[in-house]
């Protein structure tokens, strides 16, 4: 079941199915967007941590592998507020987990990813580059980079997790919003991590957002399979984005510790925690999120500067055979994850909509 709108939507991304996926920075790979995109929906490279040459060498990536559409997702943050203090008392709290992993804690913390918001050379790359799609995650870019954006012919998302953040979005001028439900994967794309989040499921605001705006609206959280696409489709939504279904795809770049998680337990307890990169996010169930359990929200520095020290007590983890403090990012569909080369999993994907749609 397509709808006339979606239908309508498929054709500006130029795509035959109405398939996003999720462009998980660290995870998605040049291959697995193209993959995407060579069998019928919208591949994703998430370059929020890139500079932007290394983003300009990622699209170029992709090109060499396919012809078809791109979304490049780009984070929209506020910059850290330097807190030294707090950075100190934050690493001092770390320490005993460092020592589990016979290692020391960083001296100091740094904020590691450059938001697009001050970066220049970010968005002139993009412009030049022309992906087919831009988005944006934990917030709205200026009114000129929006602009510039549009002038260059590039579509543009951005992630809402309530009706204030669609509104402010569909203010903006931006093309479609990605409705992100709780039970999404990885970051919460809240505007402010720090007002009190309403914690909307997927269907409930894919519902409540179509009613409310007038422009599309892409839903995103614990979708799976072509039962879910449909769901979200029924609903009102013109396509689906899905994350954590490409997680243990052969073109991940999931480590094994990942995605043994993935397929443990783990993928059951699911767990939205602030204490891996200063921002809310789910993650599968760790000795990271075990740990977080106990800390306070207001002790964790401003991210990305946490994520400084989560990612340095990762690798500290994992030189000592310790694979439970990664960022193992997962959505509450995890239990439905499938290990497949990207092309059978799109392929499975479009059989099930078929199917269910019959």
Sequence with gaps: MVTSSSSRWLDVLGIRLPIVQAPMAGISSPAMAAA????????????????????????HQFRALSSGPLNVNVFAHKPAHA????????????????????????????????SFLVDEDMLAMLVEEKPKVVSFHFGLPGQQQIDALHKAGIVLLATATNVQEAKQVEAAGIDAII?????AGGHRGMFDPDVEDTRLGTFAL????????????IAAGGIMDGAGILAALKLGAVAAQLGTAFVATDESLADAGYRARLFSDAANHTVMTRVISG??????????????ARVPN???PDYPTAYDAGKALNAAGKAAGNTGYGAHWAGQG????????TRELMQALAKELAQASA
């Design 334 to 341: 995890a239990p439905l994850a499938r290990a497949l080369p």
């Design 298 to 300: 207001d002790s964790v």
């Design 206 to 217: 894919t519902r409540v957002l179509v009613q409310s705006v007038k422009i599309p609206v």
């Design 179 to 183: 409705a992100q439900g709780y039970e």
């Design 83 to 114: 807190d030294s203090k707090k950075e100190s008392a934050w690493l001092e709290r770390l320490n005993p987990e460092f020592a589990r992993t016979n290692a020391k804690a960083p001296t100091a913390l740094h904020e590691i990813y450059t």
């Design 279 to 292: 921002r809310p996010a789910r993650s599968l169930a760790n000795d990271f999120t075990r740990w977080g």
């Design 36 to 59: 995407v995109s060579e069998n019928g929906g919208l591949g994703s490279l998430g370059v929020g941590a890139m500079t932007a040459a290394k983003a300009r060498e990622t699209i």
